[in-house]
């Protein structure tokens, strides 16, 4: 059975600023899932890799940049559940922490230049087109299945928030929450908070798995993809500091300092409850400079 037992607790951030506003934050610890299947990327996966098994097929090919948690939550889930697996890299051959630790779970690396990476069934049809035991899992594992993971999230919370804040790289674990609160009948607030500095594309995205409502903050990008800057590192440095809870500069750290900056602005009434959702992703520390 393709399982893991979720632990991911919820747990009160106690912060002066948001003790003055009157505003309670939350952050639910979907870190805490696994050290490498983390964050999103089981709740992601899980009915990706069960239609896989039901398929018959036992390779599993997907596709990431070079620190991409998705390739890395891919090689291990892969190990875990008696898969193999193949990860298309984009842009030329480098080494890092997520690739070694691919390859120590097994995953064959292919790297390819940005030009082919594009064409992503491109690649995999001309490499595994008669290929009956491989199956195709999208970059960063993006799809309806994956949204469907995502939506279970909504049914382990044991209270209602007025605001769910979540990073969002392809926007499929935002539109699974959406997916969630409407299901459960809530009338929390899905926000997004985009990684990528964009130009409406995620909204688009969203819109094609779900057409609930939800909120875009646009000005938390830092530059756009694992970008950062000395106040985003300095954020992370306190925030961590102040609550013992690790922040990325990729995903989590910009979802969080959305909140933070939102609060500070009185964007949100006294009274307020904010759920912050901590999408894992911990390993991509080791990309900051
Ligand atoms: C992959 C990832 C995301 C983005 O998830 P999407 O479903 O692609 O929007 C957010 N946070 C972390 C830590 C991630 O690894």
Known sequence: MIELPIFSPVEVIPDPLFEEKGISVSIKRDDMIHPFISGNKWRKLKYVLRDAEAGQRHHLVTF?????????????????????????????????????????????LRFVDRTSYRDKRGLYEQNYHFDEDSYFIDEGGAGDLA???????????????????????????????IRGCERAGLKTLVHAVPVLKGDGYLREEIGKLEDGRFELHENYHFGGYAKSDSELIGFIRKFSSDHGILLDQVYTAKMMYAIYDMVRRDSFPTGTSILAIHTGGLLGITGLK
Request: net charge negative.
């Open 64 to 108: 990431g940049g070079a620190f991409s948690n998705h390739l890395l939550a891919t090689a291990c889930a892969a190990a875990k559940f008696g898969f193999r697996s193949t990860g298309f890299v984009r842009g030329e051959r480098v080494e890092n922490a997520h690739l070694k630790i691919c390859d120590l779970f097994g995953m064959k």
């Open 147 to 177: 949204a469907e993971g995502c939506s279970e999230l909504i049914g382990e919370l044991t209270e209602p928030y007025d605001h769910i804040f979540c990073a969002a790289g392809t926007g499929t674990t935002v539109a699974g929450l």
